[in-house]
């Protein structure tokens, strides 16, 4: 009688390359995600995909024709032996440049990298603005808010996804935690859209195993606020203070939000004295130490000189997500902290205002082009 075990495999693929972003495995050696379970699925989905009736039978290297010695199929062209022109090499003399100069003689010796602005007010560093059309403007009317508005909203949805303020303000709005994925994008943009104005379903209407790993987040976020406040204050020997908030909508751009997992004050910050706290609980990693955490290629922290780091590239884009969040509360640091049942990885973020310009700008034009025509389809 068999006494296999029944393991349960999960594997994210790129829809635009088809390279495998992570994979894992509830077996012994899944947890790499580099395990046979994983091969084996990935090999049943190309025999699905390729339709194959069964797994193809591997032809022996004696049944197919040689694959060397084989003449190339590229030749030269031929041409009449009067037509060829057989020329000394000179290798002592250079190639004369036959590119055209407009310019009068005058000009044509002028140093192009020298030459000075003497007024430099001229060119201004001007905000990218965004404008809506009448029937926009009429549609996104609800969405606007003052600061004092901005504050409100703040203070009544501290309890984020489970306040129901906090659902009503995230609808036709673009969160800081999805807008990685139009930083990324280079194409296909109606698509994205049509999946961002999709992505937003309440708990139970998730997949399985987004359900597992946000029940995960949610239950033990507060452990880990509690966490990072006895490591701050007692082993850092940091006075610090935590203030739970709610969602951030900055007035200015009203169709972004962003929800941070608090606000620190810190006495001891040289970059400002408050700052924002971003706290992760990864069920996939919950039983690793932070050192075999980082180690794995596919975690978003890394180690930089001994120091844990926040990738900046990694696919699930949280170095985006602080960013914007800093940027909207108008605060120059985040405390990253990621929550371990073997420990915890802190790690201070600095704000990049060049970054989060960048990151704006695109938001905002994927905002007015593609998604707010989804939201009035």
């Not at 041409?79 to 000394?88: F, L, N």
């Not at 999805?178 to 999946?195: G, M, P, Q, W």
């Not at 998730?206 to 239950?219: D, N, R, S, T």
């Not at 908030?245 to 169709?255: A, L, R, S």
Request: aromatic share 10%.
């Amino acid at each position: 009688m068999s006494t296999r075990e029944i393991h349960d495999l999960e594997v994210s693929l790129d829809l635009t390359s088809g390279s495998v972003i992570v994979a894992h495995c509830t077996c012994k050696a899944g947890n790499s995600g580099y395990c046979n379970h994983v091969m084996c699925l990935l090999e049943l989905a190309r025999y699905s995909f390729e339709e194959l009736d069964g797994v193809p039978e591997e032809a022996e290297c004696t049944s197919m024709s040689r694959k060397w010695g084989i003449p190339g199929e590229k030749c030269l062209p031929k041409e009449p032996i009067m037509s060829t022109s057989v020329q000394k090499e000179l290798t002592n003399k250079g190639i004369k440049p036959t590119l055209y100069d407009p310019r009068v003689k005058e000009r044509q010796k002028l140093d192009i990298p020298g030459v000075q602005v003497n007024l430099p007010y001229q060119f201004p560093d001007l905000p990218e603005a965004v404008h809506f059309s009448t029937a926009q403007e009429n549609f996104i009317e609800h969405l606007r808010v003052t600061h004092q508005g901005s504050n409100d909203i703040e203070k009544r949805t501290v309890k984020q996804r489970e306040c129901d303020e906090w659902i009503k303000h995230r609808k036709n709005r673009l969160g800081a935690s999805v807008c990685h994925r139009i930083y990324v994008r280079k194409r296909s943009f109606n698509n994205l859209a049509k999946e961002l104005n999709q992505l937003f379903n309440p708990l139970d209407e998730m997949p399985a195993f987004q359900q597992k790993k946000l029940k995960h987040g949610i239950k033990f976020e507060p452990m880990a606020r509690e966490k990072y406040y006895d490591v701050t204050k007692h082993y850092l020997k940091k006075p610090i203070i935590l203030r739970e908030t709610g969602m951030i909508i900055p007035p200015g751009m009203f169709w972004l939000e962003g929800s941070p997992d608090g606000h620190v004050i810190d006495p001891c910050s040289s970059s400002g004295k408050i700052g924002t706290i971003e706290l992760k609980c990864p069920e996939g990693k919950k039983n690793h130490t932070p050192q075999e955490a980082m180690e794995d290629d596919l975690f978003y922290i890394e180690l930089v000189d001994g120091k844990p780091n926040l990738k900046k590239d990694h696919y699930l884009g949280y170095y985006n997500q602080v960013q914007l969040v800093m940027g909207f509360c108008g605060l120059q640091w985040v405390d990253f902290v990621v929550y371990l049942f073997k420990g915890m990885i802190i790690t201070r973020v600095l704000f990049d205002k060049i970054y989060f310009d960048q990151e704006v700008i695109k938001a905002s034009t994927f905002y007015v082009k593609w998604f707010l025509p989804q939201l009035m389809a």
